[in-house]
């Protein structure tokens, strides 16, 4: 078989900007969907039962539906409802609430295995409940199951491929457009691929960076 790579050179801007974007709509939905992922953890630990319905209903919501499907309603059911959303804010809306699911359950993990003497120390030091989780419990939980978020993390990056679906411009749709151009499919498909699997290998050691500092900075701080 003869590759012809050469003949994708003249598309090396649109491959970046596709890779571009990807990042962009990972790393937002990231600092997104930890948010969610922090706020439903004490959601499903609280005492109020209504809280913890709501919280343990948007998990189960959530890993029980394909991606694509949420995306869909997001993108295209959504309006029905007077919410009409462009397809990079669906995208990341989806992304992130994706993201919240299944990072309130690893998280929650995380504080289950923080014994009650830290809540104790923070309660003797006159915290609220609120404060002593913020303070004293979160960091060291978030500890514990940081290789399961970083997990996940790159399952977003690489699951993000799924919004080319409704027109947007990330690597996917991009190695789609050019193909269809250059008919070239077998070498557009082999540099998509190479660019998510030097995203994902990327990301993954800068993870590990920001582990490695928010852990031995909060060690140093206590």
């Not at 990807?22 to 609280?46: D, H, K, N, P």
């Not at 940081?146 to 996940?152: G, I, Y």
């Not at 691929?193 to 590990?208: D, P, S, T, V």
Request: proline content about 2%; charged content about 15%.
């Amino acid at each position: 078989m003869n590759l012809a790579l050469s003949d994708l050179t003249d598309h090396g801007g649109l491959f970046l900007n596709g890779a571009a974007l990807t990042l962009a709509l990972t790393a937002f939905a990231i600092l997104a969907g930890m948010l969610l992922g922090v706020l439903g953890a004490a959601g499903r630990r609280s005492s109020l039962a209504p809280v913890r319905w709501v919280c343990g209903a948007y998990v189960e919501l959530i890993r029980n539906t394909p991606f694509i499907v949420q995306l869909f309603f997001i993108f295209f059911g959504l309006p029905k409802l007077g919410v009409k959303l462009s397809s990079v804010e669906a995208a990341f809306l989806a992304l992130s609430i994706n993201l919240g699911g299944y990072a309130t359950e690893i998280i929650r993990a995380g504080l289950d295995a923080i014994g009650k003497g830290s809540w104790e120390a923070g309660f003797s030091l006159g915290l609220s409940r609120w404060q002593t989780f913020r303070l004293v419990i979160l960091v060291p939980a978030l500890q514990k199951v940081w290789p399961a978020l970083t997990s996940q993390f790159i399952i977003i990056l690489l699951g993000s491929s799924v919004v080319s679906q409704i027109a947007v411009e990330d690597l996917t749709y991009v190695g789609s457009y050019i193909q269809s151009r250059n008919f070239r499919a077998f070498e557009t498909t082999l540099v998509v691929a190479g660019l998510y699997l030097c995203l994902a290998i990327g990301a993954q050691q800068l993870f590990k960076r920001i582990g490695r500092r928010l852990f031995a900075y909060a060690e140093m701080a206590r």
